[in-house]
């Protein structure tokens, strides 16, 4: 059908070129259009075209992983990685050690003294983290504390009592001011589970001080467990590494000393806790019932 009116239409141009040639006088031009009769060049559309099938087949776009022609290694991402040694991918693709450790045999180590991997890149000393006690995961509840590896409300936190009432025997100079002898404090324990919770909360965010950053005080600690008593005080320290060395540095210090001297106190309550670089956070909640 094409090929037959292309040559009729080329035949009728021909003609009428032969007839201009002879001193025909063409049609004259109307807004480039023609008067002429031309042959129907219509062709037969479809009413309705359909979209050609895409037959192109599916390509998965991920990108592959390398192929490792050491056989120690496995493709981690596009990385070749040594499980048994590469601390970033230690034992499988997915799991780091963190700061202060490393991976010997597939296995993430602390460079610490004593220290323990408990996973998502924490090394802690199981012997006294309370929140790893003995073992990674296993949490101290309540003002109990950890005493190699056993949670227990003794400890520490019995030998800072015990020392603090040893102070309070004898009678001592406290910066200038005259303390009587007094006798001793009574363990409390809504005491200690507010020294404990303050503990902790300067040991994670990393401040030292007796008012917290959004501004609770000490006093406020305390009454929001339950304390009724009729007063309140608070020393904390930071940084010794025994309860004896810690109370002496309370003794030596004339503020601290008058809280532990004071007669208007006969309950405490210790809490204790290790920042992220194993440094110690005390406290020593006093009261009066």
């Known amino acids: 059908m094409h090929r037959y ?7 009728y141009l021909l003609i009428t070129l032969l007839i201009s040639a002879c001193g025909g006088e063409p049609e004259p031009e109307q807004n480039n259009t023609t008067t002429t009769d031309m042959p129907d060049m219509t062709m037969d559309m479809p009413s309705q075209v359909e979209e050609p099938e895409d037959m192109a087949p599916e390509v998965d776009m991920t990108p592959a992983g390398p192929v490792c022609s050491d056989e120690s290694h496995t493709a981690c991402g596009m990385l070749c990685t040594d499980l048994s040694t590469d601390v970033n991918h230690c034992g499988e693709c997915t799991n780091a050690c963190g700061r202060g450790a490393s991976c010997v045999d597939s296995e993430c180590l602390c460079f610490g003294v004593g220290q323990t991997w408990c996973g998502e890149a924490t090394c802690v000393d199981i012997k006294a983290d309370r929140q790893n006690c003995g073992e990674c995961g296993n949490v101290c509840s309540g003002a109990a504390y950890c005493d190699n ?4 409300g003794d400890g520490f936190f019995g030998e800072v009592i015990a020392l603090t009432n040893i102070a309070r025997t004898e009678a001592r100079d406290c910066g200038g001011q005259f303390m009587p002898a007094v006798g001793p404090l009574q363990k409390n324990d809504i005491l200690g589970v507010a020294a404990q919770k303050h503990a902790e909360d300067m040991a994670t965010r990393d401040y030292f001080d007796h008012v917290s950053p959004e501004g609770v005080t000490p006093d406020d600690r ?3 467990e339950g304390y009724t008593g009729s007063a309140t005080g608070e020393n904390i320290a930071w940084g010794q590494t025994s309860p004896a060395e810690v109370v002496q540095g309370w003794i030596d210090s004339p503020g601290h ?3 532990i001297m004071r007669d208007s106190f006969n ?11 194993n440094r110690a956070y005390w406290v020593q909640n006093f009261g009066r019932k």
């Open 257 to 259: 000393c008058l809280n």
């Open 267 to 277: 309950e405490i309550g210790i809490g204790y806790a290790l920042d992220s670089n």
């Open 5 to 11: 009116t292309y040559t009729k239409l080329t035949a």
């Open 149 to 152: 590896g056993t949670c227990t």
């Open 222 to 224: 305390m009454r929001a």
